[in-house]
């Protein structure tokens, strides 16, 4: 959609344009991002955010189109924004529907028309054209953008569909795999915390060491973590291939171990009445407390406060410290917010996202090999790329229109 936009400014309406999609609406993925209010952007999105095979690539499409420029594209559009924690941009309404809404109205104004339930089944190039086959018949194009997204949440529409596209046309592809995922762990008290959230530093660690570390949310699940700090160690642990990944949190990242000790022996001190079940209430939620203890290996819980040992005190605080989980299997594509890999990104010019293959064919957004954190930067990505590859596309067809006169 901002390629179809980015294309129709630059005609008075003399050039056909027309967005495909296989859904029955355009955007759907759209609307769930954000957690439905779209962190469309990241005022901290620079080339160096990104995992890719050609890092100059992702430079020169920075300098084509930065986060500036795409809040003035969205500014263009009607669209007020607000930022919020750590750079994150979010539409001030807070709905991704209203992100969606704006690109169609400007869509239905440049005459651009929404083809949906429309899936493009084969390309290809013949002379000039690009011949497209689909269920409503042979579409015929002079310029083609490919942005077909990614394998990433096949319930919102994540599909392989664009990679074999595109390797119909001579491009190849990176290793997919899921990125920016609830990390799979083994945990015996894990689904005692199903949904609690809490404060920690997460790192995500092999035979090694720390691989990647980040603070914040963690929010407990059934057999896994999540929430956007494991999201992060999700996309740094990728490329890893270790059989011992394991998920570190430090529950009390503010207090060095020995603070730690202390304030478990003053709480024996001034709590000894109590019984070992409510020992770390008031420092954690309830039963985040109770897990530490157990995971510390202080069963029963019935046992009074009192009875702890300074070695106990120790174990607790060295869970505390370091609450290990060993992770457990890979992250699904299901619960994945983005493809890691793609179409080589080294086989398109990053100044204008053409092929280096095929003139006239473009591509932009997950597809290709390009994703970034959590937190507006792959959606930015989207945005650079799709803005770029319609805007050249439109001057590839205008060079086209002179030449023709
Ligand atoms: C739950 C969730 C939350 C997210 N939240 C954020 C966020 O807040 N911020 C952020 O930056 N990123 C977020 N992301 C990632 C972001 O949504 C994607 O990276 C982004 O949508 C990619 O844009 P795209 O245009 O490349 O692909 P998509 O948005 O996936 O669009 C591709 C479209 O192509 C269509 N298509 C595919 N093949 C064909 C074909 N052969 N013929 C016709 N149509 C086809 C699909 O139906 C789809 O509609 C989130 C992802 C998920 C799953």
Known sequence: MAAAVSAGREFSQSAKIAVFDAQPRCGRKLLATGNGRCNLTNRLATPSCYNSDDAHAVSQVFSGV???????????????????????????????????????????????????????EKIRHEGPYYIMNSPLGIVRAKCLVVACGGMAAPNLGGVNWGYGLMQSLGHTATRLTPSLAPIPVDSPHLSSLKGIRAYANASICDERGVIYSDTGEVQFGDKALSGIVI????????????????????????????????LLAK?????????????????????????????????????????????????????????????????????AQVTSGGIRLSEFDGMTMQSRLHTGLFAAGEMLNADGKCGGFNLQWAWSTGILAGRSAAFLIKKDMTKSK
């Open 66 to 120: 930065n986060v500036s420029d795409t809040l003035a594209f969205f500014e263009s559009l009607g669209l007020v924004w607000r930022e919020e924690d750590e750079g994150r941009i979010y539409p001030s309404c807070g709905q991704a529907s209203a992100v969606l809404d704006l690109l169609r109205l400007e869509l239905a104004r440049l005459n651009i028309a929404e083809v949906c339930g429309c899936r493009i």
């Open 231 to 262: 999201f992060q160690l999700s996309s740094a642990a990728e490329n890893v291939r270790s059989d011992n990944l394991c998920v570190e949190l430090d529950m009390l990242p503010e207090r060095n171990m020995e603070d730690i000790i202390a």
């Open 267 to 335: 709480r024996r001190t001034i709590l000894p009445h109590l019984t070992l079940e409510n020992y770390l209430t008031g420092v954690f939620n309830k039963r985040v407390g109770m897990c530490i203890l157990k995971h510390s290996g202080m069963t029963p819980l019935s046992r009074s406060v009192s009875e702890l040992s300074d070695g106990d005190i120790r174990r607790i605080a060295s869970v505390i410290k370091c609450w290990r989980f060993p992770v457990s299997g890979v992250a699904s594509w299901n619960s």
